[in-house]
């Protein structure tokens, strides 16, 4: 009976010292709903490992005046010494026309690019997050002609996916989830390669993925003592 009455006393002791980085992060909601603005600036024709980058303007407080980036592997593009072949690389093999819309879509993924473009928010108190994203951005054929003018590069829309990988830091530590964006993209010389003005919004569906760590330990204890 006497060690019987000490297994279970140990038992509860390992689960005490397994579980306690699980209960310490315990107190932040299993799931966290995050929006928010942004806007930014970047080039992808004469930048190499080309990076968006910005500010978070609006919307929750979690993320409110984090810096953001977003960069893209072009290790399979034309050099950006030459933007034209670059553009017409983009262009010539990833472009689809959709001619009941009369708009132009490139997606950007890990088939137009060397792997998968990646993201981060960085606040500066609150903590990191990051992960993988997919972008499409669409461009509209205003005269209707199955030719994208170059005046027609001026604007674009764009919208995608994301993946929230468990590497954050600070708050977001052990979070993992998707989400979804919008927004555009302004080019005042897209002639010139001039680089662009993008604005949009964001919507993160946050989960603790820490929240298997507390069964999974809590089993692997039992193993111990059959």
């Known amino acids: 009976m006497i060690m019987k009455g000490n297994m279970i006393l140990t038992l509860f002791l390992l689960a005490g010292i397994i579980l306690s980085p699980v209960c310490a992060s315990a107190q932040l909601p299993e799931a966290l709903s995050v929006q928010f603005e942004f806007d930014g600036m970047g080039n992808a024709m004469i930048n190499t490992l080309p990076v968006y980058a910005g500010a978070i303007y609006a919307g929750d407080p979690l993320v ?26 983009l262009f010539n093999n990833f472009a689809t026309y959709d001619a009941p819309s009369f708009s132009w879509t490139i997606v950007f993924d890990e088939q137009s690019c060397a792997t998968k473009p990646v993201w ?6 609150n903590g990191k997050m990051g992960g993988t994203l997919v972008v499409v951005v669409t461009f509209t054929d205003w005269d209707q002609d199955a030719v994208l003018d170059i005046d027609e590069r001026m604007f674009a829309v764009y919208s995608g996916n994301l993946i929230i ?62």
């Open 64 to 89: 409110l005046g984090a810096d953001w980036w977003i960069r893209i592997d072009d290790s399979t593009w034309p050099a950006p010494s030459n933007p034209q072949a670059r553009w017409d690389y």
């Open 120 to 125: 981060e928010i960085n606040h500066a108190t």
């Open 165 to 226: 990988m468990k590497y954050g830091t600070g708050i977001f530590a052990g979070y993992c989830g998707d989400g979804t964006f919008n927004g555009s993209i302004q080019n005042s010389d897209p002639a010139n390669w001039a680089d662009e003005y993008v604005e949009g919004s964001c919507f993160l569906n946050l989960q603790n993925c820490q929240v298997g760590t507390r069964e999974t330990s809590w089993t692997a204890i039992k193993e111990l003592y059959r």
